[in-house]
Nanobody
Framework: QVQLVESGGGLVQAGGSLRLSCAAS????????MGWFRQAPGKEREFVAA????????NYADSVKGRFTISRDSAKNTVYLQMNSLKPEDTAIYYC???????????WGQGTQVTVSS
């Protein structure tokens, strides 16, 4: 089992930045793919970014490429999502996830709200 707890959400003006954190506990952190997803009101949950197992690659949704950066600190069992140049359309609940591959996300956090005002 893996337990995930997100933090760092909040209210920010368009053009601003936020850094989300996801603290993981449980089984070996480095063996999991770690990802961020988001769900806006009235919309389905969508993929944002993923970090492959430690030392691997990263993937981003086209809508956030060049603005968001995913990273992990294995010593702290924490994955981050640095969000720059935020836009109102980035407003959503952001969820952290852990999985054995990019198509199998078995563990989810409770979510953290990000609101970007125009």
């Amino acid at each position: 089992q893996v337990q995930l707890v997100e933090s760092g959400g909040g209210l920010v003006q368009a053009g601003g930045s936020l850094r989300l954190s996801c603290a993981a506990s449980g089984r070996t952190f480095s063996s999991y793919f770690m990802g961020w997803f988001r769900q806006a009101p009235g919309k389905e949950r969508e993929f944002v970014a993923a970090d492959w197992r430690s030392g691997g690659s990263t993937n981003y949704a086209d809508s956030v490429k060049g603005r968001f950066t995913i990273s992990r600190d294995s010593a702290k069992n924490t994955v981050y999502l640095q969000m720059n140049s935020l836009k109102p359309e980035d407003t959503a609940i952001y969820y952290c996830a852990a999985g054995v591959n990019l198509g199998n996300w078995g563990f989810w956090g409770q979510g953290t709200q990000v609101t970007v005002s125009s």
